[in-house]
């Protein structure tokens, strides 16, 4: 497999490890989200984006942004959030096609009751079984990664927030 890909067995054996991984750490989170806050990864990736926000409110372009998501699946969590009460969108005054995502008081109740367990969970999962060094090569590595894959181009043809 190696002449044909350019990629050693070693190294294929280590992103087998990291993928595999990686989704098994995606599902052990999102069981926790659910199981203690009754919300999903993705309610919680927008919840936590907007929490972090001044006035806790976002433009929708921004959002999707911030989360690196497509505008359009951005929209269809919201739409979905804001059945829950969790979210609620306004128009912008200043720009009539603009439009403010917010968190509603049940969706700070929601985020607040969430982060401490989300924490843990990512404390117990990860953080506990590697080393302080292992966490800055980690960052570090990422970081590198990142620099090397082009962000995700928002559909500017459409100029309107969703």
């Known amino acids: 497999m190696t002449d044909a890909t350019n990629v050693s067995p070693a190294e294929w054996d280590a992103w087998r490890s990291f993928t595999t991984m990686r989704r098994s750490l995606d599902r052990a989170l999102e069981r926790n989200l659910q199981s203690t806050g009754d919300i999903s990864a993705p309610d919680y990736e927008i919840l936590i984006a907007l929490f972090e926000a001044p006035d806790k409110s976002m ?63 990512i404390r117990e999962y990860f953080f506990d ?29 459409d100029e309107s927030d969703d």
Not at 85 to 91: A, N, S, V, W
Not at 146 to 151: F, K, V, Y
């Open 129 to 157: 079984v590697v080393s302080p060094d292992e966490v800055e090569a980690l960052r570090a590595l990422s970081e590198r990664v990142l620099a090397t894959i082009d962000p995700p181009a928002c559909d500017d043809e």
């Open 59 to 121: 433009r929708a372009r921004d959002l999707a942004l911030r989360v690196g998501w497509e505008r359009s699946r951005v929209s269809h969590q919201v739409t979905r959030m804001v059945k829950r009460g969790l979210l609620e969108r306004t128009e912008c005054d200043s720009d009539g096609r603009g439009t403010w995502i917010g968190l509603t008081v049940s969706g700070r109740r929601a985020v607040l009751s969430s982060m401490r367990d989300h924490a843990a969970a």
